[in-house]
């Protein structure tokens, strides 16, 4: 067994994080702030790769492994939670899904601007007012009329919609079918009829957006389908193992941040005529932080080995994810515990760390999913083993 990453992961892990020491991680706070990462940063994202990660060379994307993919969102996140999670939704949900699904045509005509940075994000659209987990429950109707599809609904916290070229959109296009009559529609934002309303008013996680997307006869043609027409469901399911994974990654960036500052102000703060980090209790906050990152990583990086050598991955993905997201909230809650009311205070790092970890346990499946999707997998095929 190898636990090494390789020559070129190392090089890339410096290469990303040297990037988001520079460009992210100095104006974090501003990010949350002004709810806004600056377009201008996410431009120079291009160049390195980062907008393409899951994209092949001949359509400009990196083509990078997933362990690779992880490092990187890992990275992203642990100069800002929100801005990774802008990034690894249109990496792991938008692009994938045409990478995944997409004919040679779509591939060439949608993804080689939104890999480069040329052109905007891309977003996937699942989530309705009353579907949520429940995606069988998804009303947005597509309706064939001659070459085109015609589609009429909504959809509820997408995330990078106002912000993205494309959204690929979960539909019922065949009612009669059940879940096997959904189909993934790929819908240019600026096509008639589409509406994206303004950024949700959310908890933190100020640099990612999410939207209402408003469907009122959104003409696309029917070649704008994705994959096999009534597979809308299985595809979506698919894209989001791989979510899940990189949702797991980002949360463990979160994490190794928050524990940073903590046993930095550890150092720093003296109560009681000695420094924090001389207190058991505190040593106790830092050693089960800085131990259940260290499972989680390794839970990620294992998920990603198994996507990459074409093995089956559901269970070992929603394994990372659901204790990667949970980890990342009990670790940003030591790091404001170790900061005392200082913790509480917007003038430090780790409040902003602890509410975009909490978005993490309900984004691309919550953890109750998680924990069903596990549970099934158990039963069904055993647990986890190396």
């Known amino acids: 067994m190898d636990f090494q990453l390789s020559e070129e992961q190392r090089l890339w892990r410096k290469v990303v994080h040297d990037f988001v020491a520079k460009e992210i991680k100095p104006i974090a706070q501003e990010i949350n702030e002004k709810e806004e990462t600056p377009p201008s ?118 995330t990078n919609a106002g912000d993205s070229e494309f959204i690929v959109t979960l539909t019922i296009s065949d009612p009669e079918q059940g ?68 949702v797991g990654a980002l949360s463990v960036g979160i994490a190794q941040a928050a524990l940073e500052e903590g046993v930095r102000y550890a150092k720093e703060r003296q109560t009681f005529g000695k420094t924090l980090k001389e207190h058991q209790a505190i040593q106790w906050l830092v050693a089960d932080a800085a131990a259940e990152i260290h499972a989680a990583r390794l839970m990620v990086y294992y998920a990603a080995w198994l996507k990459d050598q074409g093995k089956p991955f559901t269970q070992a993905g929603a394994v990372a994810k659901l204790f990667a997201t949970e ?38 499946g919550t953890s109750e999913i998680q924990r069903l999707v596990i549970a099934r997998k158990v039963f069904e095929d055993g647990p986890v083993r190396i």
């Open 327 to 364: 980890m990342a909230e009990r670790a940003s809650y030591s790091a404001i515990q170790i900061h005392g009311s200082y913790g509480y205070s917007r003038e430090y790092p780790v409040e902003a760390m602890y509410k975009a970890a909490r978005l993490m346990t309900i984004g691309e």
């Open 41 to 158: 940063v996410i431009k120079k994202m291009g160049p390195l790769g980062l907008l393409g990660m899951s994209v092949p060379e001949e359509y400009s994307g990196a083509e990078l492994d997933a362990i690779s993919a992880a490092i990187a969102i890992e990275e992203l996140a642990w100069g800002d939670g929100g801005t990774a999670l802008t990034i690894e939704a249109h990496n792991e949900l938008g692009c994938a899904a045409v990478v995944l699904f997409g004919s040679d045509d779509q591939k060439k005509a949608f993804l080689p601007d939104v890999s480069t940075g040329k052109g905007k994000l891309t977003a996937l659209a699942l989530t309705e007012p009353q579907a949520g987990s429940d995606l069988r429950n998804v009303k947005t109707r597509a309706i064939k009329d001659g070459d085109d599809w015609v589609i009429q609904g909504s959809k509820a916290w997408i």
């Open 179 to 246: 879940s096997r009559g959904m189909s993934l529609i790929l819908v240019p934002t600026d096509s008639k009829g589409l509406t994206v309303a303004p950024p949700e008013k959310k908890m933190g996680a100020g640099g990612t957006h999410s939207h209402e997307v408003r469907y009122e006869n959104v003409r696309v043609p029917i070649t704008n389908t994705l994959g096999v027409e009534g597979e809308g469901l299985q595809q979506t399911l698919k894209i989001l193992d791989g979510g899940r994974i990189s």
